[in-house]
C-alpha cells in the first residue's frame, strides 16, 4: 500500500495525513482542470487554453514586433515568452489576457529612397530602420549580392533573412 497516493485513498480505506493531503491536491487540479468551484458552480478558471493566443502571437510577429518587445510589453523574459509560447496547452488567463491587448503593429512606409542609397554603399545600417534593412536585404539579393555580404552589410540575422528569402 503506497501511502501519499490518490489510489490509497479511494481504494484502501486509508485516511492518514498523506493520502488526505493527495486527494486534496488531486481535487484541486481537477477544479483547476475543469472550472468548477467547490460547489459545483463555475468560476472563472485560472488557466486557459493557448491555441488563440498563439494564433494572436504569430500575427503581432507577422506585423513586426519582435520576440522581446512583446515579453517586454507584458513584463515577462524572453526566454518565458517562448516556454510559454510553447510548451503547455494552457496558461495563465492574466498573461493570456496581458498578450491578447497587445495590438499589431502598422506597416511601415519604406523609403525606397534610402533604400537605394544603402544598397549602393552611400549610408550605413544605423540610419535605416529594420523594415527598409528588410527591404535592402530582398533587393540586393535580387541582384545577385551574395547572402553572406548581405547579412554582413544589413546586420539582420540569419533567420530572419532566411524568412525573407523564402517569402519573396
Not at 479511494?10 to 475543469?34: G, Q
Not at 468548477?36 to 513586426?64: N, Q
Request: proline letters at 7%.
Amino acid at each position: 500500500m503506497n501511502h501519499g497516493t490518490t489510489n490509497c485513498y479511494l481504494n484502501m480505506p486509508c485516511r492518514c495525513d498523506d493520502c488526505r493531503r493527495a486527494v486534496m491536491r488531486w481535487k484541486k487540479a481537477y477544479r483547476l482542470r475543469t472550472g468548477a468551484g467547490r460547489d459545483g458552480h463555475p468560476v472563472v478558471p485560472l488557466r486557459v487554453p493557448l491555441g488563440p493566443v498563439r494564433e494572436h502571437v504569430a500575427a503581432l510577429m507577422a506585423s513586426g514586433w519582435t520576440q522581446r518587445a512583446i515579453a517586454e510589453e507584458i513584463g515577462k523574459k524572453p526566454t518565458t515568452l517562448w516556454k510559454f509560447l510553447n510548451g503547455p496547452t494552457h496558461g495563465s488567463r492574466v498573461t493570456v489576457e496581458a498578450l491578447l491587448a497587445i495590438e499589431p503593429l502598422t506597416p511601415v512606409e519604406v523609403d525606397e529612397v534610402l533604400v537605394e542609397r544603402f544598397v549602393q554603399g552611400r549610408c550605413d545600417w544605423r540610419e535605416l530602420t529594420p523594415a527598409e534593412r528588410k527591404a535592402a536585404a530582398v533587393l540586393m539579393d535580387r541582384r545577385g549580392v551574395p547572402r553572406n555580404e548581405i547579412a554582413r552589410m544589413t546586420r539582420l540575422n540569419t533567420k530572419a533573412l532566411y524568412a525573407l528569402w523564402e517569402a519573396s
